[in-house]
């Protein structure tokens, strides 16, 4: 039987829980996931997670942070002043914002805190830092 190597289109079913069994993510509801072995598509340890299996084969992986995310990074973690927002926007702890960087590029950020003076953002990946486990079941090499 054919096994999911490099360059492979493969279809599968997942879910992704953190260390703690928290589902952050799952296929289950869904579609499969069709993407291409070492394509780039999705995260490296999931990537890697694939190669070698066989259609109907169920593997569960532990992916390391760095693996997947990367680290949290103080450095992606500013606090600006409240100020620079509209006085008459709506602020919450977790709400995901659209910025504009110094080079044109757009960002996503997470705001973490926020008081009356100033709004804290964190443009890191909300699963950065964390230990992925994902249950991956190879649907079909395309």
Do not use: W
Not at 18 to 38: C, I, M, Y
Not at 46 to 52: E, G, K, L, Q
Not at 55 to 69: K, Q
Request: net charge negative; proline share 4%; hydrophobic share 40%.
């Amino acid at each position: 039987m054919a096994q999911a190597k490099n360059g492979d289109t493969v279809k599968v079913h997942y879910t992704g829980t953190l260390d703690d069994g928290t589902l952050f993510d799952t296929s289950a509801e869904r579609e499969p996931l069709k993407f291409t072995v070492g394509g780039g598509e999705v995260i490296a340890g999931f990537d890697t997670a694939v190669i070698d299996m066989v259609p109907g084969e169920v593997r569960i992986t532990v992916i390391p942070a760095m693996s997947a995310y990367g680290e949290h990074s103080k450095e992606l973690v500013t606090e600006v002043d409240r100020d620079r927002f509209p006085a008459d926007m709506e602020l919450g702890l977790g709400q995901q914002l659209q910025v504009g960087l110094e080079d044109g590029n757009q960002a996503v950020v997470m705001i973490v805190d926020l008081c009356d003076t100033s709004v804290t953002l964190d443009a890191n990946h909300p699963l950065a830092g964390q230990q992925l486990t994902f249950e991956i079941e190879l649907v079909e090499i395309l």
